[in-house]
């Protein structure tokens, strides 16, 4: 358990879909995140929130749209996703933004595996 | 963007073996932090080095950071398979370039 709640663990989807990724921490941070996972590549960072407040967008596809209401819950909303953006999705978060207050460590959900169809 | 570059990509090797890591850069790290992740869960940090030269143990894992801060290594003594799973190094600044290696894919046989 490390405090970190991703939802749903699974999801399959077509192309046209709309469907969105959940996560929930209890561990009173203040800085949440999204990574993609995929095979054969390093973890890329998707987006990073500060206080509810997007401080980094990494050059993500507007097919993602990312979404903090407060400072325990991120959402990731999908729609017209393409066959490549099956991954392993995982949240995270620190105290604070990793290098901004220290090296804060990041706490991470165990991910959504995404499939598209 | 600082590229993290792992070594070896994958290793196999038996239980009570030696093995050794590596994470390589280009650039200076501000500090570097090492990720631990089994298979179908999120990465675990076990360490975070940030002086050059300096050496972590935790337990039968040595981390060491180079002393010109560029590099930094992960030795297991005496490998058990409990030890398997992806090896992950992170870094990091203040201007949310947040960046992992590929890693080290360890599984230790029984």
């Known amino acids: 358990e490390t405090g970190v709640t991703q939802t749903p663990r699974h999801l399959v989807m077509g192309m046209t879909n709309k469907k969105s990724l959940k996560c929930e921490q209890h561990?009173?941070?203040?800085?949440m995140y999204w990574y993609k996972q995929s095979a054969k590549k390093p973890l890329e960072l998707m987006f990073v929130?500060?206080?509810?407040?997007?401080?980094e967008n990494n050059s993500v596809p507007s097919r993602f749209s990312p979404e903090c209401p407060n400072s325990s819950h991120l959402f990731l909303h999908l729609h017209t996703l393409q066959p490549e953006d099956s991954a392993l999705y995982l949240c995270?978060?620190?105290?604070?933004?990793?290098?901004?207050?220290?090296?804060?460590?990041?706490?991470f959900g165990d991910g959504t595996r995404l499939s598209i169809l | 963007t600082q590229l993290l570059e792992q070594s070896p990509q994958f290793l196999s090797i038996q239980e009570g073996e030696n093995l050794t890591v590596y994470c390589n850069s280009s650039?200076?790290?501000?500090?570097l932090q090492w990720y631990r992740q089994e298979p179908g869960e999120g990465p675990v940090l076990l360490v975070t080095?940030?002086?050059?030269?300096e050496v972590k143990k935790l337990k039968r894992l040595t981390f060491q950071f180079g002393d010109a801060r560029k590099d930094s290594s992960l030795h297991i003594t005496a490998a058990q398979p409990g030890d398997t799973g992806l090896y992950l190094c992170?870094?990091?600044?203040?201007?949310?370039?947040?960046?992992f290696g590929k890693g080290t894919l360890l599984t230790v046989n029984p």
């Open positions: 561990l009173g941070h203040n800085a």
């Open positions: 992170f870094s990091g600044g203040s201007n949310y370039k947040l960046t």
């Open positions: 995270a978060s620190s105290q604070a933004v990793y290098g901004t207050g220290g090296n804060q460590p990041q706490h």
């Open positions: 650039s200076v790290f501000s500090s």
């Open positions: 929130y500060s206080l509810e407040e997007r401080v």
């Open positions: 080095v940030v002086t050059g030269g």
